[in-house]
């Protein structure tokens, strides 16, 4: 059946918006010294995190196994999301201060905006909401059993425990470095503020990400970008109150602030994966249509290893991905090239 379109409305997009902060980046750190089965895929190698662990005192050790076993990093993210925080000290003392009632809900997770009632009656220690908020997120990987803690622990040592593994981690680790950390966030951050008016909101972020498409969805009117360097090479994707967040890596020029000749690495994944003759013959293969491994190589008459190889080099510039079994180009990350091009000569 055919359809005519009456309405000229646009296509619903997000708004970006971009924070950063020390205070992140103490979080982050937590969230990946106690994350065991992660830890041997982030940029920093197994013995930087060895040292530190080796490095710690035994209080601050005990906090981080109870932060590895009860996943209590999210709630310090958690918290930090409420305010723009200035220092720790306001942090901690925003911390001691919270209603035992909303210092409940705010560790919660959020789950979407028709839980809120939900989330609510949880937080009060309703048995009924807990188990069934349980049920609903039966199939993340721990918020379950994070839910259930933070509904039955007390409030009191909880919020001793994190004052204790925040101000434990930060001055044992962040803080000889806070200057230096600071500088790399606030580079980055000045670098993605630029582009805001440059590029659209889902390029936007797919660029700050390193690859990451995020559709508009209902009810989610904000995407908030928070640089981090910690956790590289990861993005970690989370949910609050209309607000999708992702706490993206920092690129290569910002942890070298000073030396401007400095390109961003995903751009040079990009120009090296488009420098050779039979890439970019997929490439333009793949603009006309998704197609099969098959099809690129009956099209380009070249064995299945060659082009197998070929597309892994495009899929790591992330300007490949399968899609249904086929291989799809990104035509955003085509697009953004002389962008990001403008944005390295004019810096």
Same mark, same amino acid.
């Given at each position: ?98 209603? $035992? ?64 593994? $925040? ?47 995020? $559709? ?132």
């Amino acid at each position: 059946m055919d359809v005519l379109s009456a309405t000229s409305r646009k296509r619903e997009t997000y708004q970006v918006q971009l924070q950063y902060s020390v205070l992140w980046e103490c979080a982050l750190g937590i969230a990946a010294i106690t994350n065991t089965p992660l830890i041997k895929t982030l940029e920093k190698p197994v013995e930087y995190w060895q040292g530190i662990k080796e490095s710690l005192p035994t209080g601050l050790l005990v906090e981080l196994d109870f932060v590895g076993n009860k996943n209590t990093w999210k709630a310090l993210l958690q918290l930090l999301h409420k305010k723009d925080f200035t220092d720790l000290t306001e942090f901690t003392s925003y911390i001691r201060n919270l209603s $035992m009632r909303d210092f409940t809900f705010i560790c919660l997770p959020f789950i979407g905006r028709s839980y809120q009632e939900l989330r609510g009656s949880a937080s009060l220690g309703q048995e009924s909401a807990i188990k069934e908020m349980m049920k609903i997120t039966n199939d993340h990987l721990f918020f379950p059993s994070y839910i259930e803690f933070i509904c039955q622990a007390n409030g009191k040592r909880l919020k001793e425990h994190l004052i204790n593994v $925040m101000t434990g981690w930060y001055e044992a680790v962040v803080k000889s470095d806070s200057k230096k950390l600071h500088t790399i966030l606030q580079t980055d951050y000045v670098m993605r503020n630029k582009m805001i008016d440059k590029m659209s909101s889902e390029e936007l972020v797919e660029w700050a990400t390193g690859g990451i498409v995020y $559709m508009p969805e209902p009810c989610v009117h904000n995407v908030l970008l928070i640089p981090q360097y910690i956790y590289r090479p990861w993005t970690i994707e989370a949910d609050i109150e209309g607000t999708k967040v992702f706490y993206y890596p920092v690129a290569n020029e910002s942890i070298t602030p000073n030396d401007r000749y400095t390109p961003n690495n995903l751009l040079v994944l990009k120009h090296k994966a488009l420098g050779d003759e039979v890439r970019l013959r997929i490439v333009k293969l793949l603009y006309e249509q998704d197609r099969t491994l098959q099809d690129i190589t009956e099209q380009l008459d070249i064995g299945k290893s060659t082009i197998h190889h070929h597309l892994k080099i495009l899929r790591a510039a992330k300007l490949v991905e399968i899609l249904d079994a086929k291989y799809s180009l990104k035509r955003k990350a085509i697009d953004m090239l002389s962008k990001e091009l403008d944005l390295y000569l004019n810096q």
